[in-house]
T-cell receptor, first 113, second 114 residues
Framework: EAQVTQNPRYLITVTGKKLTVTCSQN?????MSWYRQDPGLGLRQIYY???????DKGDVPEGYKVSRKEKRNFPLILESPSPNQTSLYFC????????????FGQGTRLTVV | QKEVEQNSGPLSVPEGAIASLNCTYS??????FFWYRQYSGKSPELIMF????GDKEDGRFTAQLNKASQYVSLLIRDSQPSDSATYLC??????????????FGPGTSLSVIP
């Protein structure tokens, strides 16, 4: 089954404690991206990657890091989480050509206290 | 700041009616346009994408793009209660941006009343 898998689904953490949200896709997609979704603000792109070792900033990259060492994985790293990073996070992947057929993961609800 | 705007809703339509969802974007050079549906508590799922001016139809859904007016819409014919969801407009590409950078609108909540 074609899918994008995020882990964990729910996470509560404390300010400053480094965390990683994993994302893996099994469709051999070149393009992967991370979004955060906040009420009234919609989905905002954090980072995206057009291929292995190629990443670029989206609209809200501050406080986040990503890496793309393998085609299937695109982890999101919060080195020092803060309460304003409390949000619902989605990973997505697509073939890359004009971002068609984007598949989203199930989402990760992160709370930073 | 490049923006994508949608009518905020909520939009309520009776079952069987046509639901019309609208989206405007600020970057005149934008190249790709998408409509996603998101049920409450779920991930967005792609419904339609359109690149060229005009209409694109897929079943009960029609996407309409007018680049001169910087306007894209989604029509849902014969609306069903199962269409009740939030609809997200997304725009990719654009002048001075990476081709694959995507900007989403805030979404329009649609409620189809039986």
């Amino acid at each position: 089954e074609a899918q994008v898998t995020q882990n964990p689904r729910y996470l509560i953490t404390v300010t400053g404690k480094k965390l990683t949200v994993t994302c893996s896709q099994n469709m051999n997609h070149e393009y992967m991206s991370w979004y955060r979704q906040d009420p009234g603000l919609g989905l905002r792109q954090i980072y995206y990657s057009m291929n292995v070792e190629v990443t670029d900033k989206g609209d809200v990259p501050e406080g986040y890091k990503v890496s793309r060492k393998e085609k299937r994985n695109f982890p999101l790293i919060l080195e020092s989480p803060s309460p304003n990073q409390t949000s619902l996070y989605f990973c997505a992947s697509s073939l890359g050509e004009m971002n068609t057929e984007a598949f989203f993961g199930q989402g990760t609800r992160l709370t930073v206290v | 700041q490049k923006e994508v705007e949608q009518n905020s809703g909520p939009l309520s339509v009776p079952e069987g009616a046509i639901a019309s969802l609208n989206c405007t974007y600020s970057d005149r050079g934008s190249q790709s346009f998408f409509w996603y549906r998101q049920y409450s508590g779920k991930s967005p799922e792609l419904i339609m994408f359109i690149y060229s001016n005009g209409d694109k139809e897929d079943g009960r859904f029609t996407a309409q793009l007018n680049k001169a007016s910087q306007y894209v819409s989604l029509l849902i014919r014969d609306s069903q209660p199962s269409d009740s969801a939030t609809y997200l407009c997304a725009v990719a590409g654009g002048l001075g941006t990476s081709y694959d950078k995507v900007i989403f609108g805030p979404g329009t909540s649609l409620s189809v009343i039986p």
